[in-house]
């Protein structure tokens, strides 16, 4: 069962335009992480939002937690090449570890 | 970058042997992590460790065992490892519990059962 839902799943669009990676689940997680991955490497932390409606901003990157902290959303504004990777988001718990629910990955490609 | 290595970094083996992937930390950190990572479902928590010989299971732990005699290595073994089991491993560290708290990704293993 993905107690995460990530979509969409693949997104390939030209350089420039803007964008919107969701992530949705029906569980309340203690925060939300997004990271980046790159091919052959392990994932690396973007940003973790801990407050429901919390935004944050990284540079063309804006985060957002849902106000009952059980979504997220990724938005990119003007899109560029550097930005082509994969990215998943992570609903936090903690039961003995600090527990990472990953969702399925966005896999997205900027075409120049 | 956090110091983590894994162990081997690829890995071909039959159905039916026995495989154990190793990782390795030079941070301290006191909790370590094995996930597997396959398309279509993203990472999923194996095992993870919160100290020297304390362990527990994680979402898809059949199949595996794990086991931590030191601070800087957790080991994850897969008894008589099966087709199912081809996947790419990555081992994670973190620090504590704080709800920021950022777990630090190893490169990964990729497995192929044959």
């Known amino acids: 069962t993905q107690l995460l839902e990530q979509s969409p799943q693949f997104l390939s669009i030209q350089e420039g335009e803007n964008l919107t990676v969701y992530c949705n689940s029906s569980?309340?997680?203690?925060?939300l992480q997004w990271y980046r991955q790159e091919p052959g490497e392990g994932p690396v932390l973007l940003v973790t939002?801990?407050?429901?409606?919390e935004v944050k901003k990284l540079k063309r990157l804006t985060f957002q937690f849902g106000d009952a902290r059980k979504d997220s959303s990724l938005h990119i504004t003007a899109a560029q090449p550097g930005d082509t990777g994969l990215y998943l988001c992570?609903?936090?718990?903690?039961?003995?570890?600090?527990?990472?629910?990953f969702g399925q990955g966005t896999r997205l490609t900027i075409n120049p | 970058d956090a110091g983590i290595t894994q162990s081997p970094r690829h890995k071909v083996t039959e159905t039916g042997t026995p495989v154990t992937l190793r990782c390795h930390q030079t941070?301290?950190?006191?909790?370590m992590y094995w996930y597997r990572q396959d398309p279509g479902h993203g990472l999923r928590l194996i095992h993870y460790?919160?100290?020297?010989?304390?362990?527990d299971k994680g979402e898809v732990s059949d199949g595996y065992s794990v086991s931590r005699s030191k601070t800087e290595d957790f080991l994850l073994t897969l008894e008589s490892a099966t087709s199912s089991q081809t996947s790419v491993y990555f081992c994670?560290?973190?620090?504590?519990?704080?709800?920021?708290?950022?777990?630090?990704f190893g490169p990964g293993t990729r497995l192929t059962v044959l």
């Open positions: 994670a560290i973190s620090e504590g519990l704080s709800s920021y708290n950022e777990q630090f």
């Open positions: 569980s309340v997680f203690s925060s």
């Open positions: 939002v801990v407050t429901g409606g």
């Open positions: 992570a609903g936090v718990r903690f039961e003995g570890a600090q527990k990472l629910v």
């Open positions: 941070e301290n950190h006191r909790y």
């Open positions: 460790s919160y100290g020297v010989k304390d362990t």
